[in-house]
């Protein structure tokens, strides 16, 4: 009724929508925000299991957030989150509880001391049953209490607009409560790099880059799956028109592994991103990336990756009117070489090992097949009330573990105040 009232008192409408905007500026800067998500999720497999062991399930949830955002005279900025998250779930499995309580801390700070130097520090802390250890998509485990923390510091440093300096550093930690997981899952990875970058034409960049990664495992059977990495490499990034940008990231990647077994070994890698935008409305980004990375599957070491994703945002002329549509495709190549010789020899004389391996379908080598489509839509109504609805499928074919595929349905609706 208000949108057709609006077509014929355009005064009215006008002023209707200048309240509107000074409503959003106050709550953007008003440096203490409240909101609550509440919403349901149903999915046709619940852990991510084989057929014929699926089950379904739905979730309830409500997800209260409380933020502080804090600024000083453009120089410093403080930004705080805290939101718990209760979920019910109507057909738990016998590990799982009924209900569930989650938490989610997050810190980002920035601040400049002076016009060319810029220090920031991030933290983000979960506490949670593991809904899915997902990075682009792909399930590594669906169900279990975990704590993961990760922590980020950085410096820049700007010799002129056109050319900076940034260091970065990196921790992260992930622990199971569950003791045969914590051996099987808990990890911890540690990074340091600098990366130079200059632009030496309007619509031209350049930079070089160096990074050093440690990747550790909870050990088991006296074997140490942790590994070292270290990247020297290149970039160039172009826009070529407004609707048409693209950059690329190459060079070599030196791995050393902590078991003195598996040989070390050095490998190209590469990351491809574009960004298309064929309208003011759509835009399209891609991207494709090879390298050597840690690995989501008990007992190997680490796998050999390609990574394909491609997503398409549409702002649809009713500016309160978003659409998302996303897919990932990752292959994943293990290697017998990168597991330890020892633990591929306590594969049939230790119980709880060779148990572990016949129930996961374990082999030592093979490659990994993901496949991740998701598809999203919101839509606000009024100030301060968005609701979303989210569809997402998930197919894992893999030589090296069980075979899964998974959808799922989320609607969501979150009001800010």
Sequence with gaps: MKKIIALFVFVPFCLSLA???TAVEKRENQPVKFSVSAGAEYSDNRDALPEPYQEDNVDLYITPMLALDLKWEEVTMLALSY???????DNPSIIEDETQLYHNFALNF????????????LENLFVTDDPSVQENGTTIRRDGSFTLSQTEAGIKYLFSRLSNIDFLGRYMIKTYDDEQRQWESDEDRTDAGVTLWHQPGRQFGILATASYSKYGYEEYLGVDRGFDSMFFGVGLEEVFSPNFRCGIRGGV????YNDESIDSESAPYAILSAQFI????????ASISKMIRETFIFP???????????RMDWDSPVPELRFAVSGTYRVGDYESDKIAPSILNEYMTDPTLHE???VYGLQSSGKENIFVLRAEVAYKIGYGTTIKLAQSYEDVDSDVRWSFKRNSTNLMLTREF
């Design 19 to 21: 309240a509107n905007e």
């Design 83 to 89: 939101a718990p998250t209760y979920r019910y779930r």
């Design 110 to 121: 920035n601040h400049k001391p002076s016009p060319n130097l810029e220090l920031r520090v």
């Design 253 to 256: 990647q030196n791995v050393s």
């Design 278 to 285: 064929p309208i003011p409305t759509t835009r399209f980004t």
């Design 300 to 310: 190997f070491s680490s796998q050999d990756m390609m990574d394909y994703v491609l």
């Design 356 to 358: 572990y391996v016949e």
